[in-house]
Nanobody, 115 residues
Framework: QVQLVESGGGLVQPGGSLRLSCVAS????????MSWYRQAPGKERELVAT????????NYADSVKGRFTISRDNAKNTVFLLMNSLKPGDTAVYYC????????WGQGTQVTVSS
């Protein structure tokens, strides 16, 4: 079955960096667009970044443009989210997602930006 497993979250100071990973199984990411979402306490889940199946196109939320980079390694069936210049407002649980007839989600990884 489809499974998405995120990792790489943690506690980081403002201005720091983290790289999240999402290992997929049960399907091939090279045939699908992949996305990262996040959900902060008391807020709705929001789209952070999307990468097309070929990797040729990416889209970002305005709040992360210029700071976050989504990428993929099809050979490893893995999607990444490199987050630079992190701000306290980036604190959230980050989820990897793919749409295959319906949305599939990972369990999420906590990112906390605090001094």
């Amino acid at each position: 079955q489809v499974q998405l497993v995120e990792s790489g979250g943690g506690l980081v100071q403002p201005g720091g960096s983290l790289r999240l990973s999402c290992v997929a199984s049960g399907f091939t990411i090279s045939s699908n667009a992949m996305s990262w979402y996040r959900q902060a306490p008391g807020k709705e889940r929001e789209l952070v970044a999307t990468i097309t199946s070929t990797g040729g196109n990416t889209n970002y939320a305005d709040s992360v443009k210029g700071r976050f980079t989504i990428s993929r390694d099809n050979a490893k069936n893995t999607v990444f989210l490199l987050m630079n210049s992190l701000k306290p407002g980036d604190t959230a649980v980050y989820y990897c997602a793919v749409y295959l007839a319906f949305w599939h989600w990972g369990q999420g990884t906590q990112v906390t930006v605090s001094s």
